[in-house]
């Protein structure tokens, strides 16, 4: 798949290429700001057109953020919450790309099973048609129990996203045969929606063979690190 020089998405790649070096952004940071909500929407005509453009810019702003002041990770229901960056010419936070963009327009703590009533229409325009559980495995946070930062990429997301899904839950699933139980992240518990509920999660284990194809194992959710971890990269 080419890109034009001019893309979006091609600037979401290169921006976090950047960050990810240390380079400095500012001509970057300035063209996202720039764009026209009309250019942006006609770049971002998929599902993973936004993914990859939406994933790149939130991952690449927590780290520009928290590199410069951590402290802000003190109270982190204001850093996610606040406005903070500006895409196509919109104060944006972090929580209007995770929980507007990503996972269509839902309510953050109604484990997803909610979506919300009044929606703006710079949000329609950039959200997902259908909300993917694997970008749980694909943002990063900043925190200890995140998964690992990717610089995706429309012509191979679909892989990625498999792998990186993969990877992480290989590393955060412990299956008890004995006691027929399954410990998962957290993640599965605050989106619980998003993955199917407890018979989704339990298929998504089976498909990458964290349990036996005959289990059906009580789900239990392991604590999350909130301790801030920076520069995790896959």
Known sequence: MSLSP?????????????????????????????????????????????????VNVYNSFILLFLRENPELYDNRKAFFTEPRFRVAGQELSFDDVEHGFLRRSKIKLSLGYVTKPLVGDFEKMMRVNAVDWRMHMALNCGAGSCPPIEIYRPETLEAQLDRRARAFLATSTQYDAASNTVTVTALMQWFRADFGGPDGIKAILRRFDLIPPGANPTIKYDDYSWELALENFA
């Open 6 to 54: 001019t893309s979006p998405v091609l600037l979401s790649i290169h921006l976090l290429e950047a960050v990810k070096m240390k380079r400095p952004v500012p001509s970057q940071l300035d063209e996202l700001a720039q764009l026209s909500p009309s250019h942006l929407a006609q770049a971002l005509h998929t599902d993973s057109m936004k993914q990859v453009f939406w």
